[in-house]
Protein backbone atom coordinates (compact mmCIF):
# COMPACT_ATOMS: atom_id res chain seq x y z
CA UNK A 1 0.00 0.00 0.00
CA UNK A 2 1.78 3.39 -0.78
CA UNK A 3 1.97 5.66 2.04
CA UNK A 4 0.10 8.76 2.82
CA UNK A 5 1.36 12.30 3.90
CA UNK A 6 -0.39 13.21 6.86
CA UNK A 7 0.33 16.88 6.27
CA UNK A 8 -1.99 16.64 2.34
CA UNK A 9 -4.28 13.92 3.29
CA UNK A 10 -7.74 14.49 3.25
CA UNK A 11 -9.37 15.45 6.82
CA UNK A 12 -11.39 12.31 7.51
CA UNK A 13 -15.30 12.86 6.28
CA UNK A 14 -18.50 12.63 9.39
CA UNK A 15 -19.08 9.51 7.90
CA UNK A 16 -15.47 8.21 8.24
CA UNK A 17 -15.76 9.39 11.89
CA UNK A 18 -18.67 8.06 13.06
CA UNK A 19 -18.01 4.92 11.69
CA UNK A 20 -14.97 4.49 13.56
CA UNK A 21 -17.00 5.68 17.25
CA UNK A 22 -18.46 2.74 18.49
CA UNK A 23 -22.48 2.57 19.20
CA UNK A 24 -22.16 0.21 22.23
CA UNK A 25 -19.10 -0.07 24.64
CA UNK A 26 -19.27 -2.94 26.92
CA UNK A 27 -16.44 -3.19 29.35
CA UNK A 28 -15.46 -5.57 32.21
CA UNK A 29 -19.32 -7.13 32.14
CA UNK A 30 -20.29 -8.95 35.33
CA UNK A 31 -23.45 -10.90 35.78
CA UNK A 32 -25.17 -12.88 37.94
CA UNK A 33 -28.88 -13.65 38.26
CA UNK A 34 -29.73 -13.60 42.33
CA UNK A 35 -26.88 -15.66 44.47
CA UNK A 36 -26.03 -17.64 41.79
CA UNK A 37 -22.39 -17.80 39.57
CA UNK A 38 -21.79 -15.46 37.12
CA UNK A 39 -22.67 -16.40 33.90
CA UNK A 40 -20.84 -13.06 32.11
CA UNK A 41 -17.25 -12.47 33.74
CA UNK A 42 -15.70 -9.49 32.23
CA UNK A 43 -17.26 -9.70 28.96
CA UNK A 44 -16.07 -6.53 26.29
CA UNK A 45 -17.80 -5.73 23.07
CA UNK A 46 -17.41 -2.98 21.20
CA UNK A 47 -20.20 -2.50 18.13
CA UNK A 48 -20.10 -0.21 15.54
CA UNK A 49 -22.40 1.37 12.66
CA UNK A 50 -22.73 -0.78 9.76
CA UNK A 51 -21.08 -3.90 11.09
CA UNK A 52 -22.98 -6.82 11.77
CA UNK A 53 -21.02 -9.14 14.85
CA UNK A 54 -21.63 -12.76 15.18
CA UNK A 55 -22.11 -13.85 19.01
CA UNK A 56 -21.06 -17.64 18.87
CA UNK A 57 -21.37 -19.84 21.75
CA UNK A 58 -22.31 -22.69 23.03
CA UNK A 59 -25.61 -23.47 24.80
CA UNK A 60 -25.37 -21.67 28.21
CA UNK A 61 -22.83 -19.56 27.04
CA UNK A 62 -23.96 -16.36 28.15
CA UNK A 63 -25.31 -15.10 24.31
CA UNK A 64 -28.87 -14.48 25.18
CA UNK A 65 -27.60 -12.48 29.13
CA UNK A 66 -25.26 -10.69 27.10
CA UNK A 67 -28.16 -9.08 24.83
CA UNK A 68 -30.67 -8.59 27.55
CA UNK A 69 -27.94 -6.80 29.46
CA UNK A 70 -27.62 -4.13 26.34
CA UNK A 71 -31.42 -3.22 26.99
CA UNK A 72 -31.01 -2.95 30.74
CA UNK A 73 -33.07 -6.50 31.28
CA UNK A 74 -29.76 -8.78 32.99
CA UNK A 75 -28.79 -8.32 36.66
CA UNK A 76 -25.36 -6.24 36.15
CA UNK A 77 -22.96 -6.77 38.90
CA UNK A 78 -20.40 -4.66 37.75
CA UNK A 79 -18.61 -3.43 34.42
CA UNK A 80 -19.97 -0.90 32.25
CA UNK A 81 -22.10 -0.61 29.51
CA UNK A 82 -22.95 2.15 27.20
CA UNK A 83 -25.74 1.80 24.30
CA UNK A 84 -26.37 4.80 22.50
CA UNK A 85 -25.43 7.21 24.85
CA UNK A 86 -27.28 5.43 27.28
CA UNK A 87 -24.93 4.66 30.44
CA UNK A 88 -27.29 1.35 30.74
CA UNK A 89 -25.68 -0.24 34.30
CA UNK A 90 -27.00 3.06 35.84
CA UNK A 91 -30.38 4.59 33.83
CA UNK A 92 -31.89 7.81 35.07
CA UNK A 93 -35.28 7.69 35.39
CA UNK A 94 -38.24 7.29 32.21
CA UNK A 95 -34.57 6.41 30.09
CA UNK A 96 -35.25 2.66 29.80
CA UNK A 97 -38.05 3.00 27.54
CA UNK A 98 -35.83 5.62 25.29
CA UNK A 99 -33.35 2.73 25.43
CA UNK A 100 -35.52 0.29 24.29
CA UNK A 101 -37.23 2.53 21.69
CA UNK A 102 -33.20 2.73 20.20
CA UNK A 103 -32.90 -0.98 19.92
CA UNK A 104 -34.73 -3.06 17.29
CA UNK A 105 -34.77 -6.95 18.56
CA UNK A 106 -35.52 -10.09 16.88
CA UNK A 107 -36.38 -12.82 18.08
CA UNK A 108 -36.30 -17.10 17.10
CA UNK A 109 -39.96 -17.38 17.61
CA UNK A 110 -40.69 -14.14 15.55
CA UNK A 111 -43.18 -12.87 18.50
CA UNK A 112 -45.48 -11.29 16.12
CA UNK A 113 -49.23 -11.81 17.03
CA UNK A 114 -50.54 -14.36 15.25
CA UNK A 115 -54.15 -13.59 14.14
CA UNK A 116 -53.57 -9.93 13.44
CA UNK A 117 -52.35 -8.54 9.78
CA UNK A 118 -48.90 -8.49 8.73
CA UNK A 119 -49.15 -4.33 8.17
CA UNK A 120 -50.43 -4.04 11.92
CA UNK A 121 -47.79 -6.36 13.00
CA UNK A 122 -44.91 -4.08 11.43
CA UNK A 123 -46.42 -1.17 12.83
CA UNK A 124 -47.08 -2.32 16.86
CA UNK A 125 -42.61 -1.12 15.63
CA UNK A 126 -43.98 2.25 16.19
CA UNK A 127 -45.67 1.91 19.34
CA UNK A 128 -42.58 2.66 20.51
CA UNK A 129 -42.42 6.63 20.18
CA UNK A 130 -46.28 6.61 19.88
CA UNK A 131 -46.88 5.05 23.24
CA UNK A 132 -49.93 2.63 24.00
CA UNK A 133 -52.42 3.45 21.06
CA UNK A 134 -55.57 1.76 19.80
CA UNK A 135 -54.10 -0.97 17.56
CA UNK A 136 -57.43 -0.75 15.25
CA UNK A 137 -57.38 2.99 13.19
CA UNK A 138 -54.55 4.35 15.97
CA UNK A 139 -51.91 4.44 13.60
CA UNK A 140 -51.32 7.51 11.17
CA UNK A 141 -51.62 7.10 7.51
CA UNK A 142 -47.98 8.25 7.72
CA UNK A 143 -46.82 5.30 9.67
CA UNK A 144 -49.03 3.10 7.56
CA UNK A 145 -46.96 4.06 4.45
CA UNK A 146 -44.30 3.67 5.95
CA UNK A 147 -45.11 0.21 7.76
CA UNK A 148 -45.73 -0.58 3.94
CA UNK A 149 -42.29 0.77 2.43
CA UNK A 150 -40.67 -1.38 5.00
CA UNK A 151 -42.38 -4.47 3.77
CA UNK A 152 -41.67 -3.88 0.30
CA UNK A 153 -38.08 -3.75 1.55
CA UNK A 154 -38.20 -7.12 3.15
CA UNK A 155 -39.66 -8.52 0.21
CA UNK A 156 -43.83 -9.10 1.33
CA UNK A 157 -45.04 -6.32 0.78
CA UNK A 158 -47.96 -8.73 -1.02
CA UNK A 159 -48.90 -10.22 2.06
CA UNK A 160 -49.69 -7.11 4.21
CA UNK A 161 -53.06 -8.18 4.78
CA UNK A 162 -52.67 -11.46 5.57
CA UNK A 163 -52.68 -12.75 9.09
CA UNK A 164 -49.33 -13.20 10.47
CA UNK A 165 -49.49 -16.48 11.58
CA UNK A 166 -50.39 -17.52 8.03
CA UNK A 167 -46.83 -16.93 6.85
CA UNK A 168 -44.14 -19.22 6.36
CA UNK A 169 -41.32 -19.01 8.76
CA UNK A 170 -39.36 -17.10 6.47
CA UNK A 171 -41.55 -14.59 6.12
CA UNK A 172 -42.24 -14.03 9.95
CA UNK A 173 -38.98 -13.37 10.11
CA UNK A 174 -38.65 -10.82 7.67
CA UNK A 175 -41.90 -9.42 9.47
CA UNK A 176 -40.10 -9.14 12.50
CA UNK A 177 -37.34 -7.58 10.74
CA UNK A 178 -39.64 -4.85 9.11
CA UNK A 179 -40.90 -4.37 12.55
CA UNK A 180 -37.76 -3.43 14.23
CA UNK A 181 -37.05 -1.44 11.54
CA UNK A 182 -40.17 0.90 11.94
CA UNK A 183 -38.46 2.08 15.32
CA UNK A 184 -35.90 3.35 13.41
CA UNK A 185 -33.57 1.79 15.95
CA UNK A 186 -29.71 2.77 16.14
CA UNK A 187 -29.06 -0.75 17.04
CA UNK A 188 -30.58 -4.20 16.44
CA UNK A 189 -30.36 -7.57 18.73
CA UNK A 190 -31.17 -10.86 16.91
CA UNK A 191 -31.05 -13.98 19.30
CA UNK A 192 -31.23 -17.34 17.42
CA UNK A 193 -32.96 -15.49 14.60
CA UNK A 194 -32.30 -18.16 12.22
CA UNK A 195 -32.58 -21.21 14.73
CA UNK A 196 -36.23 -22.03 13.47
CA UNK A 197 -35.48 -21.67 9.64
CA UNK A 198 -34.10 -24.01 7.15
CA UNK A 199 -30.39 -23.47 5.83
CA UNK A 200 -31.63 -21.71 2.41
CA UNK A 201 -34.31 -19.34 4.58
CA UNK A 202 -31.37 -18.46 7.32
CA UNK A 203 -29.07 -17.46 4.41
CA UNK A 204 -31.48 -14.81 3.07
CA UNK A 205 -32.60 -13.82 6.83
CA UNK A 206 -29.26 -13.22 7.40
CA UNK A 207 -28.65 -11.50 4.17
CA UNK A 208 -31.40 -9.10 4.56
CA UNK A 209 -29.85 -7.79 8.11
CA UNK A 210 -26.44 -7.44 6.87
CA UNK A 211 -28.09 -5.29 4.22
CA UNK A 212 -29.75 -3.02 6.71
CA UNK A 213 -26.41 -3.16 8.52
CA UNK A 214 -24.69 -2.08 5.18
CA UNK A 215 -27.20 0.44 3.81
CA UNK A 216 -28.49 2.70 7.35
CA UNK A 217 -25.27 1.99 9.12
CA UNK A 218 -27.44 0.31 12.10
CA UNK A 219 -24.68 -2.37 14.52
CA UNK A 220 -26.45 -5.54 14.07
CA UNK A 221 -25.36 -8.01 16.95
CA UNK A 222 -26.83 -11.55 16.13
CA UNK A 223 -25.88 -15.27 17.79
CA UNK A 224 -25.57 -17.87 15.81
CA UNK A 225 -25.21 -21.28 16.59
CA UNK A 226 -23.82 -22.33 13.05
CA UNK A 227 -20.72 -21.92 12.17
CA UNK A 228 -20.52 -21.52 8.51
CA UNK A 229 -23.37 -18.59 9.12
CA UNK A 230 -21.53 -16.78 10.96
CA UNK A 231 -18.84 -17.47 8.76
CA UNK A 232 -21.09 -16.28 5.80
CA UNK A 233 -22.37 -13.19 7.46
CA UNK A 234 -20.43 -11.33 9.90
CA UNK A 235 -17.67 -8.74 9.86
CA UNK A 236 -16.45 -10.01 13.68
CA UNK A 237 -17.15 -13.03 15.51
CA UNK A 238 -17.24 -12.39 19.35
CA UNK A 239 -17.25 -16.27 21.07
CA UNK A 240 -18.11 -16.79 24.66
CA UNK A 241 -17.45 -20.07 26.63
CA UNK A 242 -18.77 -19.77 30.15
CA UNK A 243 -19.17 -16.20 30.20
CA UNK A 244 -16.32 -15.35 29.08
CA UNK A 245 -15.22 -13.47 25.58
CA UNK A 246 -12.39 -16.62 24.43
CA UNK A 247 -12.67 -15.28 20.31
CA UNK A 248 -12.51 -12.08 18.93
CA UNK A 249 -12.01 -10.84 15.79
CA UNK A 250 -12.40 -10.01 11.95
CA UNK A 251 -13.79 -12.96 10.26
CA UNK A 252 -12.04 -13.33 7.40
CA UNK A 253 -8.92 -13.36 9.70
CA UNK A 254 -10.46 -16.49 11.84
CA UNK A 255 -9.92 -19.94 10.60
CA UNK A 256 -10.94 -22.72 12.48
CA UNK A 257 -7.81 -23.23 14.60
CA UNK A 258 -9.16 -19.82 16.00
CA UNK A 259 -12.17 -20.43 16.42
CA UNK A 260 -11.47 -24.09 18.48
CA UNK A 261 -11.91 -22.44 22.26
CA UNK A 262 -15.62 -21.25 21.10
CA UNK A 263 -16.30 -25.15 21.38
CA UNK A 264 -13.64 -26.54 22.99
CA UNK A 265 -14.44 -29.70 25.44
CA UNK A 266 -17.70 -29.57 24.69
CA UNK A 267 -19.61 -33.17 25.71
CA UNK A 268 -21.24 -33.34 22.42
CA UNK A 269 -19.53 -32.66 19.20
CA UNK A 270 -20.37 -29.29 17.57
CA UNK A 271 -21.53 -30.50 14.00
CA UNK A 272 -20.89 -27.26 12.15
CA UNK A 273 -22.18 -28.66 8.83
CA UNK A 274 -25.81 -29.40 9.29
CA UNK A 275 -27.70 -26.65 8.21
CA UNK A 276 -25.26 -24.18 6.08
N1 LIG B 1 -33.43 -15.73 34.28
C1 LIG B 1 -32.39 -16.52 34.67
N2 LIG B 1 -32.26 -16.90 35.95
C2 LIG B 1 -31.23 -17.68 36.35
N3 LIG B 1 -30.27 -18.14 35.52
C3 LIG B 1 -30.36 -17.81 34.22
C4 LIG B 1 -31.42 -16.98 33.72
N4 LIG B 1 -31.24 -16.81 32.39
C5 LIG B 1 -30.12 -17.49 32.07
N5 LIG B 1 -29.58 -18.09 33.17
C6 LIG B 1 -28.36 -18.89 33.20
O1 LIG B 1 -27.31 -18.10 32.69
C7 LIG B 1 -26.44 -18.86 31.88
C8 LIG B 1 -26.36 -18.23 30.50
O2 LIG B 1 -27.62 -18.36 29.86
P1 LIG B 1 -27.98 -17.66 28.48
O3 LIG B 1 -27.57 -16.25 28.55
O4 LIG B 1 -29.41 -17.96 28.21
O5 LIG B 1 -27.01 -18.44 27.49
P2 LIG B 1 -27.16 -18.73 25.92
O6 LIG B 1 -28.09 -17.73 25.33
O7 LIG B 1 -25.77 -18.66 25.39
O8 LIG B 1 -27.72 -20.13 25.80
C9 LIG B 1 -26.98 -20.28 31.87
O9 LIG B 1 -26.29 -21.01 32.85
C10 LIG B 1 -28.42 -20.09 32.26
O10 LIG B 1 -28.90 -21.23 32.93
MG1 LIG C 1 -29.83 -17.90 24.23
Given amino acids: MPSVN ?7 TTAELRQNLPLVTVRDLRVAYGDGPLVLDGVDLDLHPGEVVALLGSSGS ?3 TLMRALT ?3 PVTSGSVR ?5 VANLQRGELRDLRADVGQVFQQFNLIGRMSVLTN ?4 ALHDAGPLNLVGGFSSAHRRRALDLLDRVGIAHKAKDPARSLSGGQQQRVAIARALMQQPKLILADEPVA ?7 HTVLELLQGIAREDGIPVLVSLHV ?7 SDRIVGLRHGEVVVSGRTAALDATALAPIYAHDEEPRDV ?4
Avoid at 122 to 125: E, K, M, R, S, Y
Fill in 196 to 202: SLDPRLS
Fill in 122 to 125: VLTG
Fill in 72 to 74: GFA
Fill in 273 to 276: DDRA
Fill in 62 to 64: GKS
Fill in 83 to 87: VAGHD
Fill in 227 to 233: LPLALAH
Fill in 6 to 12: PLTEPAP
